[in-house]
């Protein structure tokens, strides 16, 4: 680690299987990326107990048995604790988002930055996308406590690219509302993009109420697939909108000045 660590001790709550909707995500739409030779994935604020750290190094040294998983946090007594858990491929150090002046290929920081105030993320966001190799992502996002609704943004060295929204395809789309990244939470009002999009979305999944009869999870892909007509720059496809996914471009949610 060169220099401080950057930020504040945040609540630290985790669970088990928590961040297993991004997990799975990152897995299914970065092939490539994760199969680079040595890769580095560091794991910003992993709190109390390093399990959703451990579960992700898991995942991708199955993909990639040369990945290295890099656990961060601020508070030197969690990372002393999570130490007894460290073994080949996966470590713990003290660091924040100047990532402990490590380079990586991916960062995964979630629900982290939504403890701090609106006005702190873009210089996070600068601190960790900086440290990013050629090609990297960071993922900032929010869930909820069993991980069943989240979102996060996916960004590069040159600023936030997509916007992805995993929903509860059992209850209304705007569900996810409560659980936006900082960067959007406090903008979910009318007038601003996002309100615009979580509004279409529950519009067209009313719209296409009859499409339950074939499950929870074609009632979704329809109403993606209404709002992508729409004209909304949704990026992926039907195999993701089953899941309860769908990722659009940022420049269509990104806050505008009020």
């Given at each position: 680690?060169?220099?401080r660590a950057?930020?504040?001790?945040?609540?630290?709550?985790?669970a088990?299987?928590?961040?297993?909707?991004?997990?799975?995500?990152?897995?299914?739409?970065?092939?490539?990326l994760?199969?680079?030779?040595?890769?580095?994935?560091?794991?910003?604020?992993?709190?109390?107990?390093?399990t959703?750290?451990?579960?992700?190094?898991?995942?991708?040294r199955?993909?990639?048995?040369?990945?290295?998983?890099?656990?961060?946090?601020?508070?030197?007594?969690?990372?002393?604790a999570?130490?007894?858990?460290?073994?080949?491929?996966?470590?713990?150090?003290?660091?924040?988002?100047?990532?402990?002046?490590?380079?990586?290929?991916?960062?995964?920081?979630?629900?982290?930055?939504?403890?701090?105030?609106?006005?702190d993320?873009?210089?996070?966001w600068?601190?960790?996308?900086a440290?990013?190799?050629?090609?990297g992502?960071?993922?900032?996002?929010?869930?909820?406590?069993?991980?069943?609704?989240?979102?996060?943004?996916?960004?590069?060295?040159?600023?936030?690219?997509?916007l992805?929204?995993?929903?509860?395809?059992?209850?209304?789309?705007?569900?996810v509302?409560?659980?936006?990244?900082?960067?959007?939470?406090?903008?979910?009002?009318?007038?601003?993009?996002?309100?615009?999009?979580?509004?279409?979305?529950?519009?067209?999944?009313?719209?296409?109420?009859?499409?339950?009869?074939?499950?929870?999870?074609?009632?979704?892909?329809?109403?993606?697939?209404?709002?992508?007509?729409?004209?909304?720059?949704?990026?992926?496809?039907?195999?993701?909108?089953?899941?309860?996914?769908?990722?659009?471009?940022?420049?269509?949610?990104?806050?505008?000045?009020?």
């Amino acid at each position: 680690m060169t220099g401080r660590a950057v930020g504040a001790i945040t609540r630290g709550t985790t669970a088990a299987r928590r961040l297993r909707r991004v997990d799975r995500w990152l897995l299914a739409t970065q092939p490539g990326l994760l199969r680079r030779r040595d890769l580095v994935v560091i794991d910003v604020g992993f709190g109390e107990r390093p399990t959703t750290t451990l579960e992700l190094a898991h995942q991708l040294r199955q993909l990639n048995p040369t990945a290295r998983v890099v656990g961060l946090d601020i508070s030197a007594e969690r990372v002393a604790a999570a130490q007894a858990f460290a073994r080949p491929g996966v470590e713990f150090a003290v660091g924040g988002f100047e990532l402990g002046g490590r380079r990586a290929d991916v960062v995964r920081a979630f629900n982290v930055l939504r403890q701090y105030d609106e006005a702190d993320v873009a210089a996070a966001w600068q601190r960790m996308t900086a440290q990013l190799s050629t090609g990297g992502l960071l993922l900032d996002g929010t869930c909820d406590e069993t991980g069943g609704l989240g979102s996060w943004i996916t960004l590069e060295d040159a600023g936030p690219r997509t916007l992805t929204l995993a929903v509860d395809i059992s209850s209304e789309p705007s569900a996810v509302a409560a659980r936006l990244p900082k960067a959007l939470i406090h903008h979910n009002v009318p007038g601003q993009p996002i309100h615009r999009l979580l509004t279409d979305l529950d519009h067209a999944s009313l719209t296409r109420a009859p499409v339950r009869v074939f499950g929870h999870r074609q009632l979704f892909a329809a109403a993606v697939r209404d709002i992508r007509a729409a004209g909304w720059p949704v990026v992926d496809g039907p195999t993701r909108w089953r899941r309860g996914e769908v990722t659009l471009a940022w420049r269509a949610v990104m806050p505008r000045p009020r």
